[in-house]
């Protein structure tokens, strides 16, 4: 194979890779994903928010005052040399950590509430489309089991019938 046939090839394959791989970014599925990656993004921003500015100052006030996030246990004093910290201080910060736990029960719970709410959409629309289809195949099912309209040639046909019994 000759050097300009390899280029012609690289080029062919490098088409057919970015042509891939436009169709499987223009597919429904990852447009939706992108989308749903934002707007989780700004939903978690609004929860971090409602939990550090709303609901966690009121808590700290009840527990004595202090900012919530800064409650931590001390496992080591911080070392103080020449009001200088050489060593910081060894801690558990348990405030900030309930306050994460409490933000992601929130999401959670969000979500689980929209997506329960849009499988019971789905499943009431599937039981609309059930019943529909019930009620066109038993439609279809009694029009086939109705007698088809007898037409007047035969019906005159049976009394010509009837009669020449009758003579006999």
Same mark, same amino acid.
Request: no cysteine; net charge negative.
């Given at each position: 194979m000759s050097k300009k046939d390899k280029q012609l090839d690289r080029k062919k394959k490098t088409k057919g890779f #970015?042509? =891939?791989f436009k169709d499987f970014v223009m597919k429904g599925n990852v447009i939706d994903l992108?989308? =749903?990656?934002? !707007?989780? =993004?700004a939903f978690g921003k609004i929860v971090n928010s409602?939990?550090?500015? !709303?609901i966690m100052p009121p808590v700290g006030l009840l527990i004595g005052g202090v900012d919530f996030a800064d409650l931590?246990?001390?496992?080591?004093?911080?070392v103080i040399e020449n009001d200088v910290i050489t060593k910081p201080a060894v801690a558990i910060?348990? =405030?900030? #950590?309930?306050s994460v736990i409490l933000e992601f029960l !929130?999401?959670?719970f969000s979500i689980y509430s929209v997506l329960t709410l849009v499988i019971r959409r789905r499943q009431f629309e599937e039981k609309l489309a059930q019943e529909e289809a019930a009620k066109i195949a038993a439609e279809e099912k009694a029009k086939a089991e109705e007698p088809a309209?007898?037409?007047?040639? !035969?019906?005159?046909?049976r009394e010509i019938r009837d009669s020449?019994?009758?003579?006999k």
């Open positions: #970015f042509k =891939g992108a989308v =749903g990656v934002i !707007i989780g =993004g409602l939990v550090k500015d !709303i931590t246990i001390v496992l080591k004093e911080a910060a348990y =405030g900030n #950590f309930i !929130i999401i959670a309209p007898i037409s007047e040639e !035969i019906l005159l046909l020449l019994k009758e003579q």
